[in-house]
């Protein structure tokens, strides 16, 4: 595989993930190996706030109106997290949904692990081992429960599952396929009752399951070679460019990275190319990045989904927008579900390989 540069001496990349599977001790947000529950980690991370409806209010003439038909969804009394609301919306308390985890570590015996909150405090997602895991080599992916809380008036409480590399804390989410029904389930009172019991261990079943299913598709991109630079180019340019970039790629006989040199635009495709390198450049300097993983992976189909995930969980938008990419990692598969199309793609051509 050719270099993107030939480089000296460079800085390494500021690494900022959050998430953090290392067991290096209780952090604010990371607590592997504690074996906590859904309202430990709540507390710990800071999150154990309570929201509330207010009526809204506004000014005319110098007098205060106070509106009887909307409301302010109101964060301990001090910020309002979102306006414009009426008394249909109910809203789910951060330690309501804490006690329904407690319930899954009572009856199933998980741990929560990670807590998170983001989009100006509009979402909360709690983060349960599951004990499911595979590896490929020294790679390891461990399988996790998400429960997600939202204050934002419009989207539903949630529980998916999720799988997340150890090295690089890239995720990739597969949803419960009845997580229609049981969205409905926990959006309004909750009844800790045989019913309940028997539908924990069903999510942790199917939690199970998909991890099964991850794993069958990481060994099928493992077990095919990229041997070109070309190969690994088509892929970049499949899942992030467009008809007329292909066409353009093709007809100049597939290039290698040169091929970008005379475009411009495209940044997510070079960003890609550098990180199978384990570079990134930024403001006219290349830098180093770290824990891309890339040191327990060959250079298989893989580790270029691996590239694909680690740029949407920690690169994408920016050093500073940590926030949009939690949001985009816990509630869809990356921006536009992109990892879901990353996974499709290196499939295809690992299976034409």
Same mark, same amino acid.
């Given at each position: 595989?050719?270099?993107?540069? /030939? ?10 993930? &959050? ?46 109106? %106070? ?18 609301? @009426? ?64 204050? @934002? ?22 949803? &419960? ?15 800790? /009752?045989?019913? &309940? =019991? /028997? ?11 998909? /991890?099964? =299913?991850?794993?069958?598709?990481? &060994? ?60 990134? =450049? %930024? ?56 990892? @879901? ?13």
């Amino acid at each position: 595989m050719v270099e993107m540069r /030939n480089m000296t001496k460079i800085e390494n990349y500021t690494w900022g993930s &959050l998430l953090d599977l290392t067991g290096k001790g209780l952090s604010q947000f990371n607590a592997v190996g504690e074996k906590m529950n859904c309202s430990q980690i709540m507390r710990n991370a800071g999150l154990d706030w309570q929201v509330q409806m207010t009526p809204a209010q506004s000014t005319h003439d110098d007098k205060t109106i %106070t509106s009887n038909k909307f409301f302010n969804l109101v964060k301990d009394n001090k910020e309002i997290l979102v306006g414009g609301l @009426t008394n249909q919306y109910h809203p789910m308390q951060n330690e309501k949904l804490a006690e329904l985890g407690d319930y899954f570590s009572k009856k199933v015996k998980i741990n929560f692990e990670h807590c998170f909150s983001y989009d100006n405090d509009k979402a909360i997602t709690f983060l349960a081992n599951t004990n499911g895991s595979f590896n490929i080599g020294d790679d390891v992916v461990k399988n996790y429960l998400m429960f997600n809380n939202f204050h @934002t008036g419009r989207d539903k409480t949630k529980i998916n599952t999720t799988n997340i590399s150890i090295w690089c804390s890239n995720t990739y989410m597969q949803a &419960l396929k009845d997580n229609d029904q049981f969205m409905l389930a926990i959006t309004h009172r909750i009844e800790f /009752n045989s019913d &309940l =019991e /028997n539908l924990v261990k069903n999510k942790i079943d199917l939690a199970l399951k998909s /991890n099964e =299913e991850y794993k069958e598709q990481a &060994l099928a991109l493992d077990s095919k070679e990229i041997k070109s630079d070309q190969d690994l180019l088509k892929y970049f340019i499949l899942v992030y460019g467009d008809k007329e970039l292909f066409a353009e790629f093709e007809k100049h006989g597939k290039k290698d990275y040169s091929f970008f040199n005379g475009l411009s635009g495209h940044q997510q495709i070079k960003r890609c190319y550098g990180i199978w390198n384990d570079t990134i =450049e %930024t403001n006219g300097k290349i830098y180093k990045l770290q824990n891309t993983g890339n040191h327990v992976r060959r250079n298989t189909y893989w580790k270029a989904f691996n590239v694909t995930t680690y740029l949407e969980d920690h690169l994408r938008g920016g050093v500073d927008n940590q926030s949009a990419r939690l949001k985009n990692t816990f509630t869809s598969n990356g921006l536009g579900n992109v990892k @879901t199309k990353a996974m499709n793609v290196a499939l295809e051509l690992a299976k034409a390989a």
